[in-house]
């Protein structure tokens, strides 16, 4: 199999998750970060994203950076997964060093792979164009290595606590 079958997936796991906190779902105060939430009933945001990896790559392929600190919350949804590929970071020292993080592990095994890098934090409405949509960019990713492929989508509504990528 191609790399382009089996990319490397890494699921970013470890923020401070506190843009929720003191919110109520489902009648409940919020008491975790939210990639460890549950709001759809079929799981927490990093179950459900580390399902939506399963279906891109095998499991000895998908990396996920966590806090040590948020071990109570993330421990039964990564029990799956082999032990070497649960980052545990001390600390939230932000998205490119959680990055960095997994891509040094990553080249320890492969010299030229293929990465997809997805939040742990996200709802998805249709599973099947996300899906698709990343298949494509790991095509596109395969056929010119030199480039980053960067999904994104419109926005409904301006949001100032988030960061936006300007094209």
Not at 8 to 14: K, Y
Not at 61 to 69: A, F, P
Request: aromatic share 4%; hydrophobic share 40%; net charge negative.
């Amino acid at each position: 199999m191609n790399r382009q079958q089996h990319p490397w997936v890494i699921l970013l796991a470890g923020g401070d998750g506190r843009r929720l906190d003191g919110a109520m779902v489902h009648g409940r105060r919020l008491d975790r970060p939210k990639q460890f939430c549950c709001f759809h009933g079929s799981g927490s945001m990093l179950k459900e994203t580390l399902r939506r990896a399963e279906g891109m790559t095998d499991r000895s392929r998908i990396l996920v950076v966590v806090r040590d600190d948020h071990r109570l919350w993330w421990l039964d949804d990564l029990r799956r997964l082999p032990s070497q590929n649960v980052l545990a970071q001390a600390d939230n020292r932000g998205t490119a060093v959680a990055i960095l993080h997994a891509l040094v592990h990553v080249l320890h095994r492969e010299h030229d792979p293929t990465l997809v890098i997805l939040p742990t934090d996200h709802a998805v409405e249709d599973e099947i164009v996300l899906h698709e949509s990343i298949r494509l960019a790991v095509s596109i990713a395969e056929d010119s290595h030199e480039h980053l492929v960067l999904l994104g989508m419109t926005p409904e509504h301006a949001e100032s606590e988030y960061g936006w990528i300007m094209p």
